[in-house]
């Protein structure tokens, strides 16, 4: 602000000026984030091309953990169940919200209690969300068994049997996901004018095609948003796992990330598991950036 | 088109688009038909897990289900917060999401407003590197991290649990996002009058910015409350843990006594539940705005 032309002047401007207020606000923030962010993802990635148990000191193997990672029958199982599981639980719980948003999104009697009703697994930990399935999907005692047996149904085995444990963990999933993926839609509908969500509501032929035409491609953002961000949660499913089958029965349900933590945590193969991370991590960047470009592409070619 | 999520944390949420239409002949509209079972099937498992929870060990372990308990055993919650420290389950998770909270608030807004004010050296290249972190999953850094956090003698502490998330490059993102939608006259003004950066951030900027920090700490708050793998990987004492994990190490050790189980599940659930459905609206805008759970 000064127009001060003494010797000091270059040094007090520069002390004075916004570089030194601007290290002095983002230094806690930026310290924080190299230490617990930047620092253990390069080093990851070197600890990717060691063998490391996290006690001793590591030594350097070079691609050998990826070499091994191709060649491992348990990695491959556990890559097929994330890919099932995402391949199933992406579409059903978008495709699902996007109903629900719509026939959630009007003035009825009660609607308030549908949207609790909708909303209140969102706030149920995943830990808790496990336990009561566990007991709803009892293969003895469950209410679910109970309610087959009602309709002449044998019981099933649900989560302990092998056959039936993925689709279990989905269905599960969505219950504590659908909340979620309302909201969002629910708050994309605020944009799409009055008048052609009700031109999609007028009875008769075609209904569905209007909503197609007129109100998807308000929703196509949105869309686009959810099934992107349930992909990478999708690719990292983690907690149900531990809590309801801890990777059974017979390895049923062991998914990429169950499989890293046992890699890592209980077998302590650090130099594995890193190596499965960066794996994981350039998987979900090659699917995301495919998601984005193919979606993103519909977005701007249709709106 | 922008993002879909950032519509304006000002604007509420009414949700109520269209009119309640129905076909003619009809005494109600046709939607309940689809809401009311729905809403049944979301609800059952909470219904159900709270019917469990309150009888007997025996009725609880009878084919088919005791679907209505003939007397409410209440005791079964003394008997589950006895078993296991769930008072220090509480404390634990309190801590751990109030500190989390207090951290990001201050520090995501310090460099938040230094992003969006200051022309510093590196400041682009510096958030462009913090947007990156952003991307990766936290799989990657999880086994450095449990390194680094053994390295400063805070394994199986509260204080581990803490200190590597007291500030998020989403939280410095989203405070920096809105920083940048207010106007910037009002500082202008107040740096004429020789006001210091510092107190401009905590008179003028943050007070205007009300709205966006009770959406960082509510998405905070939940994300730390429910966190689990970080704890089941840093903390093995039952008096260290936070509530998901402490819940889940209680399920360890009642495997087949359900009505306990349950008693322990839903107790802990209550007070999440209690502030949801206190502030219903601040958590749906919260989600609405920024389309991130846990």
């Keep these: 602000m000064t127009l001060s032309l003494a010797p000091d002047s270059r040094l007090r401007r520069a002390l004075g000026s916004e570089h030194l207020a601007g290290w002095a606000f983002a230094l806690p923030a930026v310290a924080l984030i190299v230490i617990f962010g930047i620092v253990p993802i390069v080093w990851s990635a070197v600890m990717s091309f060691q063998a490391n148990d996290l006690v001793s000191a590591p030594h350097w193997v070079g691609v050998a953990n990826y070499r091994a990672l191709l060649h491992d029958p348990a990695f491959a199982a556990s890559v097929r169940h994330t890919l099932l599981y995402t391949v199933i639980f992406v579409p059903l719980s978008v495709a699902g919200a996007m109903l629900v948003a719509w026939a959630l999104n009007r003035k009825l009697h009660g609607v308030r209690f549908y949207r609790l009703a909708v909303f209140v697994p969102v706030v149920t930990s995943t830990v808790a969300t496990g336990i009561i399935f566990l007991w709803l999907l009892d293969p003895v005692f469950g209410l679910v068994n109970f309610f087959l047996s009602k309709l002449g149904i044998p019981a099933q085995g649900f989560l302990s049997n092998p056959n039936q444990a993925l689709y279990c963990i989905v269905a599960m999933t969505i219950w504590g996901w659908l909340g979620f993926d309302v909201i969002i839609y629910l708050a994309a509908l605020q944009g799409v004018p009055h008048e052609l969500i009700e031109a999609a509501e007028i009875d008769g032929a075609g209904k569905w095609s209007s909503f197609r035409s007129v109100v998807l491609p308000f929703l196509r953002p949105a869309t686009l948003f959810l099934v992107v961000w349930s992909t990478i949660s999708a690719l990292q499913l983690f907690d149900e796992i531990y809590v309801t089958t801890r990777g059974g029965p017979l390895g049923s349900t062991t998914v990429v990330v169950f499989y890293l933590y046992q890699q890592a945590f209980q077998f302590f193969n650090g130099g594995y598991a890193a190596a499965i991370a960066y794996v994981l991590f350039l998987a979900i960047l090659v699917i995301t950036i495919i998601q984005l470009k193919v979606g993103g592409r519909r977005i701007y070619s249709n709106t | ?294």
């Design chain 2, 1 to 294: 088109m922008a993002t879909p999520t950032l519509i304006g944390a000002d604007r509420p949420l009414d949700f109520e688009a269209l009119p309640d239409k129905r076909p003619r002949h009809w005494p109600f509209s046709p939607w309940h038909l689809f809401l009311i079972p729905l809403s049944a099937a979301m609800l059952l498992p909470l219904v159900w897990s709270v019917i469990t929870s309150l009888e007997t060990s025996a009725d609880a372990q009878r084919f088919p289900p005791v679907l209505l308990p003939s007397s409410l055993h209440f005791e079964n919650y003394v008997h589950a917060w006895n078993s296991l420290p769930f008072g220090h389950f509480f404390l634990n998770s309190f801590l751990y999401a109030a500190a989390t909270v207090a951290g990001n608030l201050l520090f995501c807004s310090l460099a938040a407003y230094a992003f969006a004010r200051l022309r510093f050296f590196g400041s682009n290249l510096v958030f462009v590197l913090l947007l990156v972190t952003l991307m990766v999953p936290f799989q990657v850094v999880i086994i450095p991290t449990f390194l680094i956090v053994r390295k400063l003698g805070l394994i199986d502490s509260v204080g581990g649990l803490i200190v590597p998330n007291l500030c998020g490059v989403f939280g410095i993102f989203l405070l920096r996002q809105f920083f940048l939608s207010l106007p910037v006259q009002l500082e202008e003004a107040a740096r004429i009058d020789g006001a210091s950066r510092l107190a401009i951030l905590f008179k003028i900027v943050l007070p205007l910015s009300a709205p966006v920090l009770a959406t960082l700490a509510i998405i905070q708050f939940m994300w730390s409350w429910n966190d689990f793998l970080w704890p089941l990987i840093i903390i093995t004492t039952p008096q260290h843990a936070p509530l998901q994990l402490g819940l889940s190490m209680f399920q360890g050790s009642h495997v087949t006594q359900w009505n306990l189980l349950m008693a322990g599940t839903v107790m802990s659930q209550i007070p999440m539940l209690a502030v949801f459905l206190f502030a219903q609206r601040w958590f749906i805008q919260s989600i609405a705005y920024t389309g991130i759970k846990q």
